[in-house]
């Protein structure tokens, strides 16, 4: 299963960028489908989260995007987006999706990985 990500680009500081993450396949079942981001020599840092249970969808926001990224998932799509709003030189990144679940319905559950779009915001 391959994650394509796509949206990033060149802005300016207090623009948005809007990014999308599909995979190849549908899955059977999703838990939960997350952003993360990394910077050169940098560990990849979870952006935002968003985990889906039978009593409601919950979101996680790393506290440097709280209030200016939101992340919306449909699981039965199988498709994640992240808003960036009031960017930051400091949001300059590659910016990875990932989903973890069930690829079919008596697979383990596992964690896949998208390949990564660059966003970067200049001053």
């Known amino acids: 299963v391959q994650l394509q990500a796509s949206g990033g680009g060149s802005v300016q500081a207090g623009e948005s960028l809007r990014l999308s993450c599909a995979p190849s396949?549908?899955?059977?079942?999703?838990?939960?489908m997350s952003w993360y981001r990394q910077t050169p020599g940098e560990q990849r840092e979870l952006v935002a989260r968003i985990s889906m249970y039978t009593t409601g969808d919950e979101t996680v926001y790393a506290d440097s995007v709280k209030g200016r990224f939101t992340i919306s998932g449909d699981d039965r799509e199988n498709v994640v987006k992240l808003q960036t709003n009031s960017l930051k030189p400091e949001d300059t990144a590659v910016y990875y999706c990932s989903f973890s679940g069930w690829i079919k319905e008596f697979s383990d559950e596992t964690e896949y990985w998208g390949q990564g779009t660059l966003v970067t915001v200049s001053s």
């Open positions: 396949r549908k899955f059977f079942s999703i838990r939960s």
